[in-house]
């Protein structure tokens, strides 16, 4: 049954790319369809690097209300980025090819997280709790971000500045060849971690009972989970709710928490709102700026929903 | 063989457990009793590398268990915790299954898959196999983590209250499979249990604990006495003997 249903989302996903690259083709076909081609493998990587890292996440912590970003790792992958420039802005740092920036931020953000959330990870905390520090998180290192970002120059303010809102119409294209590059390496290391993914969701204990070194595998896991929220932050700027609804939905959909099934689930729902809802925002529903908008609207919901029903049982 | 020596363990500057030192030979049943608080559970952690050992060591079958990789000793010792919860919306077959994980890393053969249908078989879940975990009682559930632990195949089961939960023919018969597994298959187990006479009646040797230390320790016979188990659980109660075996009356 569920491997049908990923054949549906993955046929749903076919036709949602075609739709994207073919719908309303006009003028100078070639070159549309190369600007085109460029922003979907943008979208393709955003949306699934937020359903994987949302996967993974949930595993990890042992609960699914909470996300990357609701647990404020975009905040800090921002606050990460504007710490190189302040740091280094003084030594030619923001003239540097945005790509190797862009791997400085990525590997700020492995080490960031790592040290704030191996300790938090090492027994697992009730879900209050884990909502708290996401939020306490979430709001510090956005303070620090702008914090910094006032004790910055205007000029390099200004780099930086840019990136901090998420925006599916304006994707930054000139990181897509790096991102590219460490989207795929991240998922292959995902998929090839699903079964250990299927034991670590049985909480420290059990796992640690079966073979799993609980703090060195939870912190592989992290730094995959930093990788793709750097690929999706850096393209696309922060998306709260997104990865949660993908999650939700996809579990809904193949209705296991195996992650052999959740894991490409999750990605083809990831695409299929993403690039189909992008279709539809484009040419039916008025302007494509408002996807994220409606987006983080129902992810929202869903947040809200999740968290009744937990509270409930 | 479990080699215990000179455990201690605190947590901040609470003592838990006072230098214990402890040989279970291989093979055989032995039951770990004591009252609640008594440092049981703890100890059976420590055994199971479920928590850092502080001073002291403990070896399985030779190998230290806080130097020994965790996949190593995940084929030589499985753990039954006394509070198992199951986080994760599994089915009961894909629970016992992970039993199998310190072997194939998650890719199932058809050796695993017959040794997961017996296991299912020897307690009971077949007709349960298809069901949600979070759907299953306390019991049923209960029997499930015992058949997953038993799936692990390893030579020592370590099972801290596996009888909770469990109704009497369910308790019966889990403790006739743990016999039959010493005696037929050499394992070696390690259980925590509350009920005395269960331990009278099933295992070869009863360790008793109290305030993080053994205070005795012996065959059925030698701990089921009055004296003894006044000592460890702080009340006198009378010990009959009903065809040749002692009975603690424990409730009167
Ligand atoms: N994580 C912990 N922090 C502080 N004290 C603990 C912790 N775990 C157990 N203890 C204490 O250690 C003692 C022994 O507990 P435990 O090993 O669970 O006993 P038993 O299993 O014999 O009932 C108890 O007094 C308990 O309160
Ligand atoms: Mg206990």
């Not at chain 1, 075609?18 to 081609?37: D, P």
């Not at chain 1, 404020?72 to 504007?82: N, T």
């Not at chain 2, 965790?70 to 010792?77: D, F, G, Q, S, V």
Request: with cysteine; proline share 3%.
């Amino acid at each position: 049954m569920a491997n049908n249903r990923i054949a549906i989302l993955a046929a749903l996903s076919v036709l949602s790319v075609i739709a994207f690259l073919t719908i309303g083709l006009r003028g100078n076909i070639g070159f549309v369809l190369e600007l085109r081609a460029i922003k979907l493998v943008a979208l393709l990587q955003v949306g699934v690097s937020i359903a994987v890292s949302t996967v993974i996440f949930q595993t990890v912590t042992g609960n699914r209300i909470v996300t990357p970003s609701i647990m404020g790792l975009d905040a800090l992958y921002l606050f990460g980025q504007m710490a190189l420039v302040f740091a280094l802005g003084g030594l030619g740092y923001s003239a540097l090819n945005p790509q190797i920036k862009f791997a400085g931020e990525v590997l700020v953000l492995m080490a960031l997280a790592c040290a704030l959330l191996l300790p938090m990870l090492r027994s697992r905390l009730d879900m209050g709790l884990m909502l708290l520090a996401g939020v306490v998180f979430g709001v510090l290192f956005r303070s620090l971000h702008s914090l910094l970002a006032r004790l910055i120059d205007p000029n390099e303010f200004a780099v930086v500045q840019g990136a901090s809102f998420a925006n599916f119409n304006a994707v930054r294209t000139d990181l897509l060849a790096f991102a590219s590059v460490l989207t795929v390496a991240a998922l292959i290391l995902a998929w090839r971690a699903r079964h250990v993914l299927d034991v670590v969701s049985l909480g420290s204990d059990t796992a640690t009972g079966l073979g799993i070194t609980w703090s060195r595998t939870v912190a592989g896991l992290l730094v995959l989970v930093s990788a793709l929220v750097a690929v999706s932050t850096a393209l696309v700027g922060p998306v709260a709710f997104f990865g949660l609804l993908v999650v939700a939905l996809a579990e809904r959909i193949v209705n296991t928490r195996r992650h052999a099934v959740l894991l490409p689930a999750a990605a083809l729902t990831g695409i299929v709102i993403l690039v189909g809802g992008q279709t539809l925002f484009q040419h039916w529903l008025g302007s494509s700026s408002t996807l994220g908008v409606v987006i983080e609207f129902f992810g929202g919901i869903a947040f809200l929903l999740l968290l009744l029903m937990r509270s409930r049982t | 063989m479990i080699r215990i020596e000179n455990v201690s363990l605190s947590h901040q500057a609470t003592p838990i457990l006072h230098n214990i030192s402890l040989t279970i030979p291989k093979g055989g049943v032995t039951a770990l009793v004591g009252p609640n608080g008594a440092g049981k559970s703890s100890l059976l952690s420590l055994v199971a590398r479920l928590q850092p050992l502080q001073t002291g060591a403990i070896s399985i079958d030779g190998l230290p268990v806080d130097t020994t990789s965790n996949r190593t000793l995940a084929k030589i010792a499985a753990i039954l915790r006394q509070d198992s919860v199951v986080a994760s919306r599994l089915r009961v077959r894909e629970l016992v299954g992970f039993g199998r994980f310190p072997h194939n890393r998650g890719r199932l053969n058809e050796t695993d898959r017959a040794i997961i249908e017996q296991s299912l078989d020897q307690f009971d879940l077949a007709d349960l196999a298809g069901r949600f975990v979070d759907t299953l009682s306390g019991g049923q559930r209960q029997r499930a983590l015992v058949a997953m632990a038993f799936c692990q195949g390893t030579d020592y089961l370590l099972l801290d209250e596996p009888l909770n939960n469990l109704d009497m023919y369910y308790a019966r018969d889990l403790m006739r499979s743990l016999r039959q597994v010493a005696d037929e298959n050499g394992k070696t187990v390690v259980i925590v249990l509350h009920d005395i006479n269960m331990a009278g009646a099933y295992a070869d040797r009863i360790v008793a604990m109290k305030g993080g230390r053994v205070i005795a320790d012996g065959a059925p016979t030698e701990m089921l006495t009055t004296p003894v188990l006044q000592d460890v659980f702080g009340f006198a109660m009378q010990v009959a003997t009903i065809n040749g075996k002692p009975i603690v009356l424990h409730h009167l």
